[in-house]
């Protein structure tokens, strides 16, 4: 029993192996389809960040996509959740901006900027330093020069924003250092989605698309955010020099160098022209841009090939293009051998408690003690199955509850604004407009968290968010799934609920079209609530049976040791009666006063002594009985769903155990009973075949020979064989001498080629096997071992109970090329044949071996001597014949 459970421990552990190599080699490439936020190093490297299940990953990425280093951390921590606003890279460190919220509602709980170190394979989070939020302001940007770090926020109003200056480490290691601060004047109602400083000066782009230059006394407008009838909005801004920024046009995708002094324009890059050294993609298939220089960038395009996004990457012109971040060797191999740590663990652990509860089952000194062991784990694993089943029920019953929260949220709204409250906001998008406002004032007061993307001429954009631009397209939040959602609503004209994991965090959505006539705009109502609040729910759930199920646990084993100790009192006295039953007292007989199971137990027994012959019979009759399968059809084994499905030359090749079973007949019967002999022969062993989940297949026109594909292996082909001539053996017991079943099976391990042959008016079914056809074309050789059940050497070795079968060896049969040993299996024999063949089989053995190495006068004489306790031995018989012609020849 131990080798048996090292066995499957160290094949599990093999199988985890492979497993969590499959899962590692698969989660080395990280799909862009959903990206937090990104930036240009100095250098010309990229930093990314994105969600990677219930974390955050944050990276540096070589130009070909390789993560040259990463960062990882819990998106969701106790009741806080991590919101990235934004990454920078410095000279020789990493920040990171971000907001801590309640991970329930998304109250924003303070800000913090992480200082990451990437000088090794796994990024060192270095220093995290939390931000004061006086009077109010809010950060939102982040940018880095040299080695000054400057984030850039907003009071509550948006009416100014404040700039501060920092230094890491330049006074002391690991301390923040504040150099300056700024404040500058912003336009009322615009707010800032873009920000970066410019000298002493700040330049943003608003929330309406403007971009504005602001000194600590004023603030003006450099570009219109947009003609009559065309939306010109930036899509990015970035430093070029004192005094100038590169900013893209949305509308054309022209770069353009923007004189912050007079607004004057200069396109350095065309829209339409190839640029960063592809000839893929042009400045206008640019959703977000970071530069360090006109040469030096990383561009988020749209991918040419599919819809999904790819970076564009240049350094000092040499462009290159991912498509996906894929992790390094060394980081794969660590994941690989971590996921299979973890697999290891739950096998060490699962296979440890089945070690103890087995050894305690049959190791446990009193009956007493093994009940316990046994039903005590049980109990475990029956409260932790049903826990399981219950919470899978109760957690659907609470998405229900929350996704009708959504999809009534939803509705109400569409009811409450309805179509024409977003016409009012109408070409070219007034962001300051009164309806505009009121809608967004509404929004932010709801209690899940609400926004208004616009489905207009097959793009999305977004319309009243607090979080996000007016009508900047809805590729900008850079999240794949979600503008999935929001297309399918507005194709469908139907809500359309599911999960969203953005900056944000991950929400449960009901995204609600509204409008959607052909030709015109439709209004997409997202609701969501977020995640968290479901996991709290199921939380209590978990936590409150816990509790139950430990005490409802202790007091059934308190219960059940009283009730063990009632039922196993009695049966002391039963099991002294028994013992002298067993002793030879046929007189015995049970008697018991009371009105319990114990009672069925005595009337049992005492039955089976008043009857025990038949009791034996039926014992009898049961071992006779083998478990029966639910047989194959040849269809399943082609791989194939339904009969029609086939096809000329559907086939399966490979390595089959395969049986041949030979019918013998009389040739002088008469063709009635030849006929009913044949059908005896086929229905029997067709029947048993179909139970052990074997093919059969007619190998003869006149149904005396047919082979059987057995798919399960060399042992059930010996099993389902045996279990045949039993079933005949009985059968002939019922007939005459002339209609007895003679039949000779044969069995080989070979290359097996099964299928569909014939023509297209009619399909058969085909077994080819060329070795096992010439040796079947041995009969006669085979025919005179005298045994029912032969099997090829090549099968024997398969077999991995072949012990527990009464075999011998009995020669090979050589025919030209073909070499092959053969076993006769004679655990079909009466008991006194099986007797006699055991009782010569070692001498049977040693003649073989003399037979075989060229000693034939020796192996005719140990022959004889078993054919003289044996006369039925056929076998024997053969080969004295034949060590006589042997002798002869030589």
Known sequence: MKKVFRT?????????????????????????????????AQNGGTIAAWNDGNSTVIARLKQNGTINGHLKFRTERKDAMYQILGVTAGEKYVYVLRDKVDRYDGTVLGQELMVIDFDRLYGRQRKIFSLDNEDGIRYGWVNASGSTITVIGTDEKETKAIRKNYEFGSVLEDTLSLKNERTY????????????????????????????????????EVYPARTVDTLMYPSFISYAESGYVYFGEYETGNIIRLNLEDGSEETVLSGSSPFGGSNLYTPGDVVLMSMSGLNTFTALVNSGQDDGFHFLVCQDGNGHVISAFRYGIPAMILEILRQWAVYAAVILVIFGFAVVFTSAIRGGHTIMERLLSATIPLLFITMALFGAVSFQYYKGAIDENFVKQTVDEGNMLAALFGQESFNEIEYPYDYSGEAYSYLSQQLATRELYTRVIYYENGELYIGVDKNSPCFYPCEILMNLPAEQLYRRAALTGESVTGTIHDQLGERMVCITPVGGLSGETVYL????????????????????????????????????????????????????????????????????????????????????????DVQILNLERMSETYYRFVPPSIIGLLGKDNLGSLTLGSNVKGNFAVLNVRLYLEDSLPLNQTEALMNRFFNTVNRFAQQNNIISIVDDANLQSMMLVCQNGADSAAVTALTILARMDADNRLYGPEEQLNVVFVMDQTEVYFGICGDEERYIPAVIAPEFEQLLSNGKFLRSMGSRLLITEAAYERMANKDSYAGRYIGRLEDGSLVIGLYDIYDDRSGEEIRLVKQTQHAFDKAMELYEKGFYYEAKNLLACVLRENPKDMAAKYYIFRCEDLQKKN
Do not use: H
Not at 202 to 220: F, H, N, P, Q, T
Not at 587 to 605: H, K, M, P, W, Y
């Open 185 to 220: 004047p912003m336009r009322t109602g615009e707010g800032i989605y873009k920000a970066i400083g410019n000298g002493t000066n700040l330049v943003y782009i608003s929330d309406s698309g403007k971009i504005y230059c602001a000194s600590e006394e004023r603030v003006y």
């Open 525 to 612: 109502l997202e609701t969501g609530i977020y995640v968290a609040n479901i996991a709290a729910y199921t939380a209590t759930y978990i936590k409150d049976f816990t509790i139950v199920s430990v005490a409802f646990l202790l007091i059934v084993m308190v219960l059940m040791m009283l009730l063990f100790y009632q039922i196993l009192f009695p049966l002391g006295e039963m099991k002294r009666e028994m013992q002298l039953f067993a002793d030879g007292d046929r007189s015995i007989r049970i008697t018991s006063t009371s009105e319990d199971e114990l009672t069925g137990i005595a009337q049992v027994f005492n039955k089976m002594a008043d009857d025990i």
């Open 8 to 40: 499957i421990l160290l094949i599990a552990l093999i199988i985890a192996g492979v497993v969590a190599g499959y899962r590692g080699i698969g989660r080395s490439t990280v799909s862009m389809d959903s990206i937090l936020t990104f930036c240009t």
